[in-house]
């Protein structure tokens, strides 16, 4: 296991894709967020009417915005890179390679997800360190304990949304396409959004984190962000199982 | 080593392999040769555990497939068809991998760069190399923990005439060692050069082995697959 991990670890660090989707996800979130704070500040009438609550100008707004693009954007870009994990050894050939191996494919598997963990953590850690430098930058002033709970949660749910992508990586690999797996994390972000419309709240595991974080964790139970590592799990389990039996049949 | 019961496996649209039976034992190099369909691929595949026979028993080892351990598959070497190297990846950081994978030590892949040649692009990273170069990458990715069993796909396709001596050179080390070799090929002179039996197969059967001590190889190997459409009434338009 720990070899799988340590190839894995190296091909996401190496990789084009593992750098844009962090400079992506960190720098863009942080980008969009200044560019929104600029146009509020300048007084831009249209901005201030679609960012609602997220056009205030002080910590709250600025993790309130902070919270949205996460939730959709984090989902497409985490999907992205779980997509590409597991769909490029069928691309790019290389499945062939990773059977008759002492390390199992479901081995393999389980690094592909454990180095996806670790880089979701650490995407959404970097995102937390961003938002409080904007945050001092932007001359909001020392957090208080509020506002600390409120970057624990962004930083919260950053791992929440990498875990409800998980199941990106099962459809990428029972498609054998990168594009299948990318199909799949937009596939969540609009069950999500329909889950939210519908009204099913925090029982719509995918979009509870959002709504938790957005609430400052009052509108969300225990046991319903519990179904949301669920499904993180039933994907990651289902994922790990296709590996296990994989064949390469035409 | 390597021992195929009675294997079939159809594919949809009546494609396959039928009734496969092949031993492979320590110190012998076995080339398959056949033409482009004939199953060489889905063989191998087979006794690499990539596909589950419909029917029959693959050995490895003295062991069913299914009961194979783990860690047995340290013993093997294969390359079929794309070798396991990432293009982000540098051609020594590409062997590290290869010998993480296998739980082989990592001191091989210094002496692999070595004795492939390949000390001058081992920090080069795989997508720019060429597509010979990619194939040696290959193949020292396939053999550089000296596996007892060894098995390759086209193994010369692509590699320039030095890179195909320094292939039957590893091939003969192997076996001089004890190992089992199968290769698939195209170039009926580099097999009799490099094999102990070559084994003919066609239209997804092993049907006997081929005289590789005769003057005229090739003429030999279409009047044997010739013979064995004939007797099962394929034509060449069927073909």
Known sequence: MNAAVRVEAVKLRRSPVGVVATMALVGGTLALLAGITAAVAGGDAAVIAKAGAAASLDWEGMLLGAGQVTAAGGMLGFGAVLSWTFAREFTDGTITGLFALPVTRGRIALAKLTVYGAWVVAVSGL?????????????????????????????????LTGITTVP????????????????????????AQVG??????????????????????????????????????????????TWSRLTLRR | MLRLDGVSLAFGGGDGVHDLTLSVAAGEVVALVGLNGAGKSTLMRLALGMLRPTHGAVHLFGVPLAATPARSWSRVGALIEVPLAYPELTTRENLHVAALLRHADPRCVERSLGEWQLGPVADRRFRRLSLGTRQRVGLAAALQHEP???????????????????????LARRAGAGG???????HLDEVARTADRTVLMNRGRLIGELDT??????????????????RAGVTAAAR
């Open chain 1, 196 to 241: 939210a419309l519908a009204g099913a709240g925090g029982w719509m595991p995918l979009a509870a984190p959002a709504l938790w974080a957005a609430s400052g964790g009052t509108a969300v139970t225990g046991a319903q962000l519990t179904l949301t590592v669920a499904v993180g799990a039933v994907g990651a389990l289902a994922t790990w199982w």
């Open chain 1, 127 to 159: 995102l937390t360190l961003g938002l409080l430098g904007l945050g001092l930058a932007l001359g909001y002033g020392t957090p208080d304990t509020t506002v600390w709970d409120a970057v624990a949660r962004q930083c919260v749910l950053g791992v």
């Open chain 2, 213 to 230: 001590a005769g003057q005229d190889l090739e003429r030999e190997f279409f009047a044997r697959i010739h013979d064995d459409d004939r």
């Open chain 2, 180 to 186: 089992a070799v199968v290769v698939s090929s195209h």
């Open chain 2, 148 to 170: 007892d069993l060894v098995i390759l796909d086209e193994p010369s396709n692509a590699l320039d005439p030095a890179s195909v001596i320094l292939l039957r050179e590893q």
């Open chain 1, 168 to 191: 990106a990586a099962l459809v990428a690999t029972a498609t054998r396409s990168l594009l299948g797996g990318v199909g799949g994390a937009i596939g969540l972000v609009v069950l």
